[in-house]
């Protein structure tokens, strides 16, 4: 009898111990039973835009509901975890379910859930796809004092696509960040958020997202989207995190061409820092040209492509001559074909250059795209001054009219008793696999001769019928010393490539008039 009453007592206590335990239970780390399903999202941190940890909800074969938080890093000071309603935006919702706190020095929270804070059962494919939004708070009472958030739901935020843009300032320092969380459903708005890194406290920011490109966009440009005000009141234990869902762009490329600007005390205050996003943002992928001019050597500057997202070119140039730098303000503009083909049209004028500067340029090249760039014949000319017409200081071919860094120099060598100006020819491979002739004359042709200068196939250079390969053509002293000649097609208008002039197959023949004379074999050179 006496263990029959102990059997009674022991049940009685287990029924009334089930009965009073409260619906939201402290667990240790060790699941009663599997989980048959779980779903699990990634958290981000506020101080620094990027994962830091993960929320999971799991349902065992019981019909059990645990929400399980875990942070990548220990709290120092026990931190509150809640649940609201709605998608994060950063601002005050109401409170849905409030979990287990993460104690201080510790990672985790996992809490079973059976009702909600206002009495409702929780159901578990309602907790999982229901737009909601849990924050892990440094302060109980301040649903924005957030140290980590996170969606859930079917619109939860696209695992690992986050994409975080720099906002820099004049010195080329980091000011803000800027973070774009896409969410699952593409139907559904974009989290953008800003967050100044140093800020001075007695200032409101105002972080704008215009058209254009932080290289040439002006803080007047068209506004896409004017983000909530960073205010300066904003408490040690609130990010100073400017968020909001952009209803009209679901990912970051959907915006094809901005870049966010922030101000000071008012949206068209002092400059704070600037940075591309979207489809502005660059690639990585570049390509370095020389920036320079065979019949004026004092002259040295380099050119960057770039690439972006949306496909568009940010070009920069800079002149590195130092005191020789072109002294004039001058007209710098992209053209289709290599520099010797001029006037085949016009991509796109460039920034102008500034007289004697040794600064970079930069411009925006939406007429064509970095790939079709790459792939075609195209240069860029700086003028010698604010006149399209006339000289250049400068040229840079691109794409495919540009050099591969291939090229045989030849000296050509007179016959006894000649007396005539030291000649040297060059042939530069194209990307194209074309070839630039680069005609270089010590000094300028005296007024009465004329030269004229052809390859002829073969090394035997005192054969009487050669065969010609290439006419390049007469020169006298209306220019040079230093004369271009763009080599596409033979002496039958056959196309030519820089492969079948080299390699010691060939030879250079040049001839001289003079005045009124006939022309006169004066001197050779074997092409290596």
């Not at 005539?420 to 005609?439: C, D, F, H, S, Y």
């Not at 290439?470 to 000649?485: I, L, Q, T």
Request: with cysteine; glycine share 8%.
């Amino acid at each position: 009898m006496k263990v029959l009453n102990l059997i009674r007592f022991i049940a009685l206590n287990v029924l009334l111990i089930s009965v009073f335990s409260c619906s939201n239970d402290d667990l240790d780390d060790t699941p009663s039973t599997l989980p048959v399903q779980v779903n699990t999202f990634a958290t981000y941190s506020v101080d620094e835009f990027a994962t830091s940890g993960t929320v999971s909800i799991e349902l065992d074969e019981n019909d059990k509901i645990l929400v399980r938080v875990e942070l990548s890093q220990p709290v120092t000071e026990e931190q509150t975890v809640k649940i609201y309603n709605g998608l994060f935006d950063g601002v005050n919702h109401e409170v849905y379910l409030t979990l287990n706190p993460i104690a201080s020095g510790e990672t985790t929270s996992i809490t079973e859930v059976v009702q909600s804070d206002n009495g409702n059962n929780i159901i578990f494919e309602q907790l999982v796809s229901e737009d909601r939004n849990l924050r892990v708070l440094k302060e109980s009472e301040d649903p924005l004092s957030i140290n980590v958030f996170t969606d859930l739901g079917e619109n939860a935020f696209v695992q690992s696509g986050e994409k975080k843009y720099a906002i820099i300032d004049a010195d080329s320092a980091t000011v803000a960040e800027a973070v774009m969380l896409p969410r699952e459903n593409e139907d559904t708005p974009m989290l953008v958020a800003v967050r100044m890194i140093d800020r001075d406290d007695s200032k409101d920011y105002y972080p704008v997202i215009r058209t254009g490109t932080a290289a040439t966009g002006a803080s007047t440009n068209d506004i896409i989207v004017s983000l909530p005000t960073i205010l300066k009141f904003t408490n040690d234990n609130s990010a100073a995190v400017s968020f909001m869902n952009l209803t009209d762009y679901t990912t970051p490329l959907s915006i094809v061409d901005g870049f966010l600007i922030i101000t000071e005390e008012t949206s068209s205050g002092t400059e704070v820092g600037r940075g591309d996003v979207g489809g502005n943002e660059l690639t990585g992928n570049y390509n370095d040209y020389v920036f320079d001019n065979e019949k004026n050597k004092t002259y040295d500057g380099t050119v960057r492509l770039q690439e972006r997202y949306n496909g568009n070119v940010l070009v920069a140039y800079q002149m590195h001559s130092g005191d020789q730098n072109p002294d004039d303000t001058s007209l710098v503009g992209m053209y289709v074909s290599n520099h010797i083909q001029y006037n085949e049209g016009m991509v796109e004028m460039l920034t102008d250059y500034q007289a004697g500067s040794g600064s970079v340029f930069y411009s925006d090249v939406r007429a064509i795209k970095y790939d079709a760039l790459l792939a075609s014949d195209n240069h860029i000319r700086m003028f010698q001054g604010t006149e399209k017409d006339g000289d250049y200081y400068v040229v840079s071919n691109l794409g495919t009219a540009a050099y591969t860094g291939i090229n045989i120099e030849t000296s050509i060598t007179y016959f006894d008793g000649v007396i005539a100006e030291p000649l040297k020819i060059n042939l530069k491979q194209r990307v194209n696999e074309k070839t630039e002739g680069v005609i270089e004359f010590d000094s300028f042709i005296a007024s009465n001769e004329t030269y004229e200068i052809k390859i002829y196939k073969g090394t035997d250079y005192n054969a009487e019928h050669p065969i010609e390969l290439v006419d390049f053509s007469a020169y006298d002293n209306m220019s040079g010393p230093v004369f271009y000649r763009d080599v596409h097609s033979d002496a039958n208008s056959n196309p030519i490539k820089y492969i079948d002039m080299v390699g010691g197959q060939n030879h250079y023949r040049v001839y001289r008039k003079l005045g009124e004379g006939d022309l006169e074999y004066i001197g050779y050179g074997i092409i290596e």
